[in-house]
C-alpha cells in the first residue's frame, strides 16, 4: 500500500487525473495493480464541510484496495474506502465505502452487482 499526506509532493499525470490531499491529518493510500483512468479526481478533503458542521475542518482519508479499476472521470470523495477487486464505472460519484468485489456506478455511487472471482490482475500486459 503507497500513502500519501499533505506533505507529499502531487501533480498531475499526462491522463489527467487529479489526487488531491489536503492539509492537515488528511491521507490517501493506494494498493497494488491499479488502474485509474483518464479524468478521475480522487479528494481527501472537503473545504465546505466547515459551512456544514463547524467541527468539521474537512480533513479525511481516501483508501484504495488492491487490483482496483476506476473508469474515466470517476469522483472519489473523502472518507471513503474501496474494498479489493472492485470496480468503480465511468462518471461515477463514490461518497461511501465500497465492499471488496463490488461494481459502483452513478451519482451517488452504488454498488449494482457482486462481482465474483477469479479476478485478472490489471496491469498485467499479458494478452493471454
Excluded: W
Excluded at 50 to 62: A, L, Q
Excluded at 102 to 127: A, C, M, Q, Y
Amino acid at each position: 500500500m503507497k500513502k500519501l499526506d499533505a506533505y507529499s509532493p502531487l501533480g498531475y499525470s499526462s491522463a489527467g487525473i487529479v489526487i488531491a490531499v489536503g492539509a492537515g491529518v488528511s491521507e490517501f493510500a493506494i494498493g497494488d495493480n491499479c488502474l485509474i483512468t483518464s479524468g478521475v479526481k480522487i479528494l481527501s478533503h472537503d473545504g465546505a464541510s466547515r459551512m456544514i458542521d463547524i467541527n468539521d475542518f474537512g480533513n479525511g482519508e481516501v483508501v484504495i484496495g488492491n487490483n482496483i479499476f476506476i473508469g474515466v472521470n470517476a469522483l472519489i470523495l473523502k472518507d471513503v474506502h474501496i474494498g479489493d477487486n472492485s470496480v468503480i464505472g465511468s462518471g461515477a460519484v463514490v461518497v461511501k465505502d465500497v465492499p471488496p468485489q463490488s461494481l459502483v456506478v452513478g451519482n451517488p455511487g452504488r454498488v449494482i452487482k457482486n462481482l465474483e472471482g477469479p479476478f485478472p490482475t490489471l496491469n498485467d500486459h499479458k494478452t493471454h
